[in-house]
């Protein structure tokens, strides 16, 4: 009798509960690294990055080479679609939406069918970032080999990257300096720009991006209550009454048809490539000098085709102060304009500086609601790994402060955004 594969929302029987193996490991570094080394008995696994994110686990491997190849490397990162906190979400908003069990297992197929499609993209992605060989600019991480999720293969999925020596990630309970974000926006400016030079091929490679049909069943009317009520419990004195402004709003702040088509509504004619995941957690740092300088970015799950505010949206919510983020957006924006504008060399630009600015603020709602749940539950299981030394105290303090500011600019940019959608014509076509 044949038996059914597990699927990858279900812990598996290899490293860390995933599905991989050492044995789906060897098999594919020793195709596509060209070599019949394997990682012997005494190379060693450990899970790092626990609590970054919710869609993957991150493993560090440091081999011990059977044969010594100078080609393979002396660690690498192990990246793997991971789904116990998937399913954690999923069960939560199971048990506020009672469904019938027909409607129930489609919801867990489709989260299936999407993580798979997600890794499927990344890996795409990497292999089209690595012909560009733009490392300096684009600071993206090399990647050794990968392994993509099809009909036959169900569940064993994985990407095998360079690792960052001594880089950290400075979590959404750090405040990062304005100035401190350029590189940032050179690597934005240069994936873009690189982007549009994508052949029909390559963005065939990356479609499928559904913004809607991934976060759609969490943000129903019962889960912005649930996110609302969690944001009023970080601090009830402080957030109950802007919280209570924008429940007023109700279902109108979840609007999956500007966040989808805001090209559209700002006059964009050319979308550009988008991160899609480019939060605090996916820019790592190193120290010098006491000084910090971006070292990767890393981490393409949410790569498509839209919108040019919609990476720097969330880089600026989650990395700055509030304070910092509501008094320099602009000047910033501006700033990564010509960074933008350098990486374009001769070629016309595909929108301006005030469509920039537009797709910000109309964008700010939709990007800002979604990284709510990253600043609480998220954050939170993060800051219970802190060492005894870290201040958690202070931790708490910036995660607040974020918050508090992101809730104004909430209900600011939602009346802005609703004018626009309000107002908006379509186009005359002349004959």
């Known amino acids: 009798m044949t038996v059914k594969p597990k699927t990858i929302l279900e812990n598996g029987d290899g490293l860390f509960n995933t599905h991989v193996t050492v044995e789906d490991l060897e098999e594919v570094i020793q195709d596509q690294m060209k070599t019949n080394s394997k990682l012997g008995k005494n190379t060693k696994y450990t899970v790092i990055g626990e609590g970054n994110g919710i869609m993957s686990r991150i493993i560090l491997v440091e081999p011990q080479w059977t044969i010594s190849d100078d080609h393979l490397p002396s660690k690498f990162v192990l990246k793997i679609p991971y789904c116990v906190h998937i399913q954690g979400l999923i069960g939560q908003m199971i048990a506020m939406n009672q469904m019938p069990e027909e409607q129930e297992a489609g919801l867990w197929a489709m989260w299936e069918s999407e993580i798979q499609s997600i890794h499927n993209r990344e890996v795409n992605i990497n292999k089209i970032v690595e012909k560009w060989d733009k490392r300096e600019d684009l600071l993206n991480p090399r990647v050794y080999f990968s392994k993509k999720y099809d009909s036959e293969n169900r569940n064993k999925g994985f990407i095998g990257m360079e690792y960052a020596e001594d880089s950290i990630v400075r979590h959404l309970y750090v405040n990062v300096k304005p100035r401190e974000l350029y590189p940032v926006f050179k690597f934005v400016a240069h994936f873009q720009a690189s982007g549009l030079h994508l052949t029909d091929e390559e963005k065939q490679s990356i479609s499928g991006f559904d913004i809607e049909k991934i976060v759609g069943p969490l943000m129903t009317e019962d889960g912005i209550k649930g996110i609302l009520q969690q944001v009023r419990m970080m601090n ?30 700002v006059g964009i004619d050319q979308p550009v490539l988008v991160h ?29 085709m839209g919108n040019p505010a919609e990476d720097l949206v969330r880089l600026f919510v989650s990395t700055l102060s509030g304070p910092d983020r509501q008094k320099y957006w602009e000047k910033l924006l501006e700033k990564f304009y010509k960074f933008f504008l350098e990486a374009l060399q001769s070629q016309k630009a595909p929108y301006s500086l005030e469509q920039l600015k537009e797709s910000y603020r109309c964008y700010f709602v939709f990007g800002g609601v979604g990284l709510v749940q990253l600043m609480g539950p998220v954050t939170q299981r ?40 309000k107002s908006y014509k379509k186009p005359v076509t002349r004959i």
């Open 382 to 421: 993060k800051l219970t790994m802190c060492s005894p030394g870290e201040n958690v105290e202070e931790y708490q303090k910036v995660i607040l402060g974020k918050m508090e500011h992101l809730l104004d600019d909430v209900e600011k940019f939602h009346l802005h955004s609703r004018n626009v959608t």
């Open 236 to 265: 009830p004195e402080k957030f109950d009454e802007k919280v209570k402004k924008i429940e007023a709003f109700g279902m109108e702040i979840v609007n999956f048809e500007l966040a989808s088509n805001l090209n559209k509504y």
């Open 276 to 304: 899609g995941d480019l939060w605090a957690t996916n820019v790592l740092w190193k120290e010098k000098k006491e000084e910090w300088i971006v070292s990767k970015i890393i981490d393409y799950q949410g790569i498509h």
